[in-house]
């Protein structure tokens, strides 16, 4: 069986992130994609707490059957590395292949990650395509490891969609409708 792991903030999830697990998950025949929320990012400050986000990916993802919210990175201390991640999910799965996915902005700076090399041993790394980066930057180690995945252009990013609400724009279309209620009822980041 073949297990990919996205990884992210999902601050909040939104069409792009459900877009390149959905691709990641036919073009790789995976069987099933974990959608694991960063508790605490090493790398940047979330604005909605992990529970909230967590809730958003679990809303997302409960209609798809291929699809399942992970709490891995909530239920650990400290800062939420990837390795950490992938290894504990070896140990969950021992039974699965893993497919780390990542779109090209998080791939193309993977050498500064927290034991960057490793997750390379650790899984097979996915690049997905997404508008406005792209893989010339990359380290060639990891180039030469990276599975890379056209997949359709999708523009929107989890910055944006907070923009938008702090601006009062909707984000319909951009979120799925029921995250679209959850940033509503609970007033999120306006
Ligand atoms: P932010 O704007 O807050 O950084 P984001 O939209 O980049 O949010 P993240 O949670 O940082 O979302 O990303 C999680 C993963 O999803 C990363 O690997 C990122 O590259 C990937 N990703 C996010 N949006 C897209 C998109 N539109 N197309 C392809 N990959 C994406
Ligand atoms: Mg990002």
Do not use: N
């Amino acid at each position: 069986m073949r297990l990919g792991i996205f990884g992210g903030s999902f601050d909040p999830i939104h069409l792009g992130h459900l877009l390149a697990a959905s691709e990641a998950y036919e073009l790789l025949s995976l069987s099933r994609v974990l959608f694991v929320t960063a508790a605490r990012p090493p790398h940047k400050m979330p604005e909605a707490d992990a529970e909230a986000r967590h809730q958003m990916v679990l809303l997302a993802t409960q209609d798809d059957e291929r699809f399942e919210a992970s709490r891995l990175e909530l239920d650990r201390e400290g800062p939420s590395y990837t390795v950490d991640t992938l290894r504990q999910a070896g140990k969950l799965y021992p039974e699965h292949e893993l497919f780390f996915i990542t779109g090209a902005d998080a791939y193309a700076d993977l050498d500064s990650w927290y034991q960057a090399e490793e997750l390379s041993r650790l899984a097979t790394l996915v690049g997905a395509s997404r508008p406005g980066y792209d893989i010339s930057r990359m380290h060639p180690f990891f180039r030469e490891r990276t599975v890379l995945l056209k997949i359709p252009a999708c523009e929107v990013s989890s910055t944006q969609v907070r923009e938008r609400i702090k601006a009062g724009r909707t984000v319909r279309y951009l979120v799925v409708p029921k995250v679209e209620e959850y940033l509503a009822k609970h007033a999120l980041y306006r």
